[in-house]
T-cell receptor, first 115, second 117 residues
Framework: EPEVTQTPSHQVTQMGQEVILRCVPI?????FYWYRQILGQKVEFLVS????????KSEIFDDQFSVERPDGSNFTLKIRSTKLEDSAMYFC?????????????FGEGSRLTVL | AQSVAQPEDQVNVAEGNPLTVKCTYS??????LFWYVQYPNRGLQFLLK??????LVKGSYGFEAEFNKSQTSFHLKKPSALVSDSALYFC???????????????FGKGTKLSVKP
């Protein structure tokens, strides 16, 4: 069964460092998302991406964050200068088609620890 | 604004007993509702969804959910719980503020289900 894959599974970094989290969505999917889950808290929307551009972004997704799809298969989330509060599990998700009714398929997450 | 509430942080059930994980929602317009499960150290897995039609929706692993418009609820149920059902369960509603047309979701805070032998 096709699945969303994410790397790394866990990254530890120093505050102020740049981090890139990578995702390979399901191959025929067109819509891509990043969510995050701070330990013990709810899953929060960061950004959605379609047709090589950001569709929507939440207030969490500030100028420190960026996304891109560099090669048609990978979908990356970059945090330019990490803060302690960026420590969280980051989930990538993809969806096959537009509209409101389809479900999102999630990867297993990348745990980011900022020291 | 769209929102989802899961009033229970944890639900404890004995194996073989029925289980219910509660979810209530607040939306403008027709609700599109989802349940996801998160096993330890894993991602979110889709269980089932309500878009339209029958109020009782059947999903993966024997789970079902009942949409109740008058009570604005979408409780997750299973007739006979298994120890392997122990996980974190998230209710979600389609987000009409952030990219609703792109399928974005708003999640509840999650309910930990613990099934004891």
């Amino acid at each position: 069964e096709p699945e969303v894959t994410q790397t790394p599974s866990h990254q530890v970094t120093q505050m102020g460092q740049e981090v890139i989290l990578r995702c390979v969505p399901i191959s025929n999917h067109l819509y891509f998302y990043w969510y995050r889950q701070i330990l013990g808290q709810k899953v929060e929307f960061l950004v959605s991406f379609y047709n090589n551009e950001i569709s929507e972004k939440s207030e969490i997704f500030d100028d420190q964050f960026s996304v891109e799809r560099p090669d048609g298969s990978n979908f990356t989330l970059k945090i330019r200068s990490t803060k302690l509060e960026d420590s969280a599990m980051y989930f990538c998700a993809s969806k096959s088609s537009g509209g409101n009714t389809g479900e999102l398929f999630f990867g297993e997450g990348s745990r980011l620890t900022v020291l | 604004a769209q929102s989802v509430a899961q009033p229970e942080d944890q639900v404890n059930v004995a194996e073989g007993n029925p289980l219910t994980v509660k979810c209530t929602y607040s939306v403008s317009g027709n609700p599109y509702l989802f349940w996801y499960v998160q096993y330890p150290n894993r991602g979110l897995q889709f269980l089932l969804k309500y878009i339209t039609g029958d109020n009782l929706v059947k999903g993966s692993y024997g789970f079902e959910a009942e949409f109740n418009k008058s009570q604005t609820s979408f409780h997750l149920k299973k007739p006979s719980a298994l120890v392997s059902d122990s996980a974190l369960y998230f209710c979600a509603v389609r987000d009409r503020l952030y990219g609703g047309s792109q399928g974005n979701l708003i999640f509840g805070k999650g309910t930990k289900l613990s099934v004891k032998p």
